[in-house]
């Protein structure tokens, strides 16, 4: 069988279009055996292959790919390109294909949370017309957000196409994502003009045609040949769908029956609420176990130590013990009862005492537990984390600590031994009791993403940009994984200092061997139970901001990778390249008594040593930031040695360049804020001024093209990974090239009011939201609305009077018709997710806002020890009884179109 392919694409110079499949002719989808295709014009690229009729597959799945100047390879969104079923009468096929551009709005309503749940209700069926055994012509085309009742139809010109007529159009039948209609075109003369219409079968009458010029199909007609047109999307209006969210995490719900901290249960009473007031998607944080340290610092959700499990704080004990065992949770009521009754969570004794409830069920229903089908169906489909999870586990509490070097054995990671442990510690040795806890966890969690499934309301989850130093990923696949490197951010707003999270920075070139299966298969994990997620710091695939191992701020970092400035640059810009000066810090007499005062002599006797350049260098010993800090957690507290721990960081951070590691002196990287250290500031000016330049060419130019290649390496084969929606945080120091990958891609992307992109303005305005994009007034790591309005004054006076438009001075403090006036502000903006923190929602109502502002924010990013804390402080339970402001809310939300 001939098949002829055709796609629709305008290349340019040094592009070429290739196309794979699921046959032998057109290479088996492997990417090494992409099929050629020739140019033909400046709108056409073609292809034919012959495959011989027995060998033709039940279902030929194909796809295009674009080969870019460089030899990267970009193949284009989805794969729902299929011929089957094809009439015994046809022995050629001419395949008339649209590129289907990954950032094209309509893709995204293919995605999980809108096909499976958000859009479900409004497929319409026909019939197929019965003509297919007959038809020359296959026309297809997609149309996500067609109304209820609402079909696309088909209309063109001469006899076989109804002439046009409106009152005959040709209903198509849906079939998987595409609309399709099968034609016979025997009697009529090429080229035929035609469009994609829309039409209700309720009402019996065609609406409207989609937008733009005629289409025309030039291919005619043979007795033996069968022509398929993929047309792509109808030009229908493709930004109209917009809805609103809250974003809470888990452990910050709170019910009458909670034991001092969110579970998975309460997800359920929290869909109850959203579809009272029309909400349609919860955000969480992520989810996943952090029992690390046994103490309040695993609150961090962040550092989790798997990728995969999920965490036992979340889980409701009275659930896994049934009615039959409903006296082992009495003895515990009254610590429930007190427990439940704390403004914040107190982590150390919730987990404490539900891993001791727990171990009693398990005592008791684990030998059960492992004979259900159900079990055995979870064990076999996550064993592949299920099993060193348990054994990490087992060995982390027998050995009392985390660290991996520190266990008597086991300490290195080896498959058959771990599998042997497990097998002999199952059950005498406890190994069991942790795949019991996650089976358990993951029925709850499950019927809590199925219950807001059926309500139609829809889960978004979050993927950390890091994985625990300790943990056992790391365990596990330590190749994975830079372990001399520390992920974070550099300095902003925020953080004068950086950020240093302390997770090692991925491996990218050792997961690309094995195509990403780590990511794909965490990904296949979340989509249990998750419909949409969040890339937690997206930037980092791009680039990310890594700390050496010696170091303990963020402000010692630089971005890996990153195009280096070579030694003979600063010759060509006129700078003497001085060793010792720019990559050593530079501390003389005055500097020392600008940071220490009257410590400065301390400090010198202490710490310094005078060198031949006539000032002082740190003692071996001391010239790291690890060093001080290990130094100093053997020292006594005091207000004195506070300030010596960080003047000495600000010495060791005094410097212009790092030099990068393994390059004998040719290759540097600027020190972040350079400009802003002493030891730039004691610079002559000229060299100032060429530094200046070379910096910000560093930092702002020649890395651009460079990022952009290290995130389509990456991004386009993961978000192919999965069917989830996926939503970027893309804030921070954004370099230029992001906005573009992440509109090739279809990422959504997360606008704040207060953290504009453009750094020209004070302020994001929602109206300026692009469509693909989630917009919020407030994140987690940030202050609530009524949280910042305190904090700034000017900045808040400006606010008031260029954003809401308000004359005269500002409320002193936010009151509740101003939370209104954002809510407002953001639910009427073009994004296509509005989503706000349940505290935001709460600010609109004098009676339900919480007194304190202060005791509103989840984390400051500032302080790396944050306690994650934050409890509602009513329960679920009275939230869903507020009939006045609930109905309040609804309204503004449906008025807004996002309902």
């Not at 830079?482 to 070139?509: E, H, I, L, R, S």
């Not at 560093?698 to 890395?703: D, G, K, N, V």
């Not at 018709?817 to 709460?842: C, E, G, K, N, T």
Request: hydrophobic letters at 35%; glycine letters at 6%.
């Amino acid at each position: 069988m001939k098949l002829q392919f055709y796609i629709r694409f305008h290349t340019r110079y040094g592009q070429s279009l290739w196309i794979t499949g699921n046959a032998d002719e057109l290479g088996n989808n492997d990417q090494g055996q992409l099929q050629p295709m020739q140019y033909l014009n400046n709108d056409y690229w073609s292809c034919t292959i012959n495959i011989k009729r027995k060998e033709f597959p039940k279902k030929l799945n194909y796809k295009y790919v674009l080969k870019n100047e460089d030899d990267e390879l970009l193949a284009e969104w989805g794969d729902d390109r299929v011929i089957k079923e094809i009439n015994s009468r046809i022995d050629e096929i001419t395949l008339v294909d649209t590129w289907n551009h990954a950032g094209e709005y309509e893709n995204a309503f293919y995605s999980a949370p809108f096909k499976e749940v958000l859009l479900k209700s409004n497929n319409t069926r026909t019939k197929k017309t019965g003509s297919e055994e007959k038809a020359t012509h296959v026309f297809k085309a997609k149309a996500p957000l067609l109304k209820k009742n609402e079909v696309l139809c088909l209309l063109g010109g001469g006899v076989s196409l109804n002439d046009w007529d409106t009152n005959q159009p040709i209903l198509m039948y849906k079939d998987d994502n595409w609309w399709v209609a099968e034609i016979n075109l025997e009697k009529s003369d090429f080229p035929v003009a035609y469009k994609y219409g829309v039409y209700n079968t309720k009402t019996e009458s065609f609406l409207h045609y989609e937008g733009e010029n005629n289409r025309l199909v030039y291919s005619d007609v043979e007795d033996s040949k069968l022509t398929i047109i993929h047309d792509g999307f109808a030009q229908l209006p493709n930004n109209t769908w917009k809805g609103a969210g809250l974003a809470i995490p888990v452990f910050s719900l709170r019910s009458k029956k909670g034991f001092g901290v969110g579970e998975f249960n309460d997800i359920e009473l929290l869909v109850d609420w959203a579809k009272k007031t029309s909400l349609k998607l919860i955000q969480l944080l992520p989810v996943n176990d952090t029992i690390a340290n046994h103490n309040w610092l695993d609150s961090y959700p962040y550092a989790a130590i798997s990728a995969f499990a999920l965490h036992p704080i979340f889980i409701n004990l009275s659930t896994v013990a049934g009615k039959e065992n409903a006296s082992k949770i009495e003895i515990y009521e009254n610590k429930q009862t007190e427990l439940n009754e704390l403004s914040v969570v107190d982590y150390e004794q919730v987990v404490n005492y539900k891993l001791t409830v727990l171990k009693e069920l398990y005592d008791l229903l684990g030998d059960d537990c492992f004979e259900e089908s159900d079990y055995k169906s979870f064990f076999q489909e996550n064993k592949h984390w299920l099993k060193p999870y348990a054994v990490f586990c087992y060995l982390r509490d027998k050995y009392k600590t985390i660290r991996s070097d520190e266990w008597e054995s086991h300490n290195i990671y080896n498959k058959k031994e771990a599998d042997e442990l497990f097998n002999q510690e199952f059950r005498s040795g406890g190994i069991g009791f942790y795949c019991f806890v996650q089976y358990q966890l993951h029925k709850q969690l499950k019927a809590a993403a199925d219950y807001a499934h059926k309500k139609g309301v829809v889960l978004k989850g979050d993927i950390p940009i890091g994985i625990y130093r300790y943990g056992c990923d790391a365990w596990v696949a330590p190749e994975l994984y830079n372990m001399c490197w520390q992920a974070g951010a550099p300095p902003d707003d925020f953080t004068a200092v950086g950020q240093n999270w302390g997770f090692p920075t991925y491996n990218w070139k050792k997961m690309q061997e094995d195509g990403f299966s780590w990511w794909k298969l965490r990904f296949t994990q979340m989509s249990n139970y998750f419909d949409a997620f969040r890339i937690d710091h997206i930037l980092g695939f791009f680039r990310i901001w890594s700390i050496p191992a010696h170091a303990v701020q963020g402000i010692m970092g630089r971005f890996v990778p990153c195009l280096p400035v070579h030694i003979n640059e600063f010759g060509e810009k006129g700078i003497w390249m001085d060793h010792q000066r720019f990559c050593r810090p530079f501390i003389n007499n005055a500097i020392l008594e600008e940071v220490f005062g009257d410590l400065a002599e301390q400090v010198k006797k202490e710490f310094l040593e005078t060198n031949r350049f006539g000032g002082y260098d740190l003692k071996p010993g001391f010239d790291t930031q690890a060093q001080i800090e290990s130094y100093f957690t053997e020292q006594k507290d005091s207000p004195d040695n506070d300030k010596i721990i960080s003047g000495l960081f600000d010495l060791i951070s005094n410097v212009i360049l790092f030099e990068e590691e393994n390059s004998n002196g040719e290759h540097f990287h600027f020190r972040i804020a350079m400009e802003k250290t002493l030891s730039f500031k004691y610079l002559p000016q000229d060299e100032q001024e060429k530094l200046k330049a070379l910096y910000v060419d560093y930092f702002y130019h020649r890395q651009d093209d460079f990022w952009f290649k290290e995130a389509m390496h990456k991004l386009p084969q993961l978000k192919a990974a999965t069917n989830m929606l996926v939503c970027g945080e893309d804030l921070g120091m954004v370099p230029h090239c992001v906005p573009e990958v992440m509109q090739q891609l279809g990422l959504l992307s997360l606008e704040i009011q207060r953290m504009p992109k453009d750094p020209k303005k004070e302020f994001f305005h929602p109206n300026d939201a692009p469509y693909l994009s989630v917009i919020t007034p407030s994140t987690h790591d940030m202050s609530t609305v009524r949280g910042w309005w305190e904090e700034n004054r000017e900045r808040t006076q400006s606010f008031y009077n260029h954003i809401l438009g308000q004359w005269g001075d500002a409320p002193q403090f936010c009151e509740s018709w101003v939370s209104r006036a954002i809510i407002l502000q953001h639910l009427y903006s073009p994004a296509m997710w509005s989503i706000f923190q349940l505290q935001d929602i709460f600010g609109m109502s004098d009676n339900l806002r919480r007194e304190n502002p202060a005791e509103e924010r989840i984390n400051n990013p500032a302080n790396p020890k944050n306690y994650w804390q934050y409890r509602m402080h009513i329960t679920l339970e009275e939230l869903i009884k507020q009939k006045e402001f609930n109905e309040e809310l609804k309204g503004y939300v449906e008025n807004s179109g996002r309902a």
